[in-house]
């Protein structure tokens, strides 16, 4: 079965934080891994990693833990096999450029001399042709000023080194990344400065070059992406809409892509459209594991105020794919 005949599956049970959460799947646990973001219906960051198997989430709990944080990053480093966390925004509002690593156990802060700047809702991904994690990009301020980043940033365990690159992507946040490991392509697509961005670009290992396909997804960020083993492609889901409203507040297309071209999937059933969401791939199965922040209805406003909408957490499964 592949794309032309996929459809997503709605999962009962309860599901974790994913607004402003970090997820990645871990090879050593067998298991999509989400942490962080805000607390369901909550405006506080959260600080609690969760594991997805059997098709249900499970909290993991551990003797260390990183502080909670919002739009920090999660990649599995695939050669070590550990869990990478860095940056994200604190429960205080500070910006963060700490690196963690979960070994399946426990947390470990790894310190180390040089790092890249504090930020949030960066894009972190594991290129295998390289062996390193890949951080570019994200959100960061220079006193009230806001900055978006367009640096890029490797980890090999021991070492952030920032790569050099005569030429980049433009500064953004919240981008939507995925490694291509057929190809040996990091995958980089639109994101967001003060509007949405969809433009599409590829990083080998050694430099970054922007492609110009004949068809392209409309500008979004905060979309969900994986590059699926077996069919081959890297799919993008959903995002934010330019448009965005109380309602849907973004988009409920998918998109894949081959390295050449976009084209739009038509993928059975839908979670609908979201504000934020979180996509990672289980390999072992063939599904993609989707985690959206639902908008379930608007309390009624008092006097002077404007309707506020209620949310939670729901999870989808596109299987076989």
Known sequence: MGLESASWISLSGAAPPVDGAAAAYSAR??????????????????????????????????????PARVWGNLAYDATRNVLVLFGGLSRVGTLLNDTWEWDGNDWQQITTQIVPPARASASMAYHDGVQRIVLFGGH?????????????????????????????PSGRAAASSAYD????????????TGTQLSDTWEWDG???AER??????????????????????????GGESPSANPATRGWSDAWAWDGNDWSN??????????????TAYDPNSGAVVHVQYVVVKAIPP????????TARSATWLLPNV
């Open 140 to 168: 960061g301020r220079n006193g009230r000023q806001d900055i978006w980043f367009n640096d890029t940033w490797l980890w090999d365990g021991q070492t952030w080194e920032q790569a050099p690159a005569a030429l980049s």
């Open 29 to 66: 646990m067998g298991q999509v891994v989400l942490f962080g973001g805000f607390g369901n219906g909550s405006s506080e960051p959260a600080g609690e990693l969760w594991s997805f198997g059997q098709e249900s989430w499970a909290q993991v709990n551990s003797a260390t833990r990183p």
């Open 181 to 192: 490991s057929a190809r040996q392509q990091l995958v980089l697509f639109g994101g967001a």
């Open 212 to 237: 110009s396909p004949i068809h392209m997804p409309p500008p979004r960020a905060d979309a969900g992406m994986a590059f699926l083993n077996n069919s081959g492609v890297s799919l993008l889901f």
């Open 206 to 208: 050694n430099a970054w």
């Open 265 to 278: 999937v038509q993928l059975g059933t839908s979670p609908g459209a979201g504000p934020s969401a979180m």
């Open 302 to 309: 008092t006097a002077g105020q404007v309707p506020q909408p």
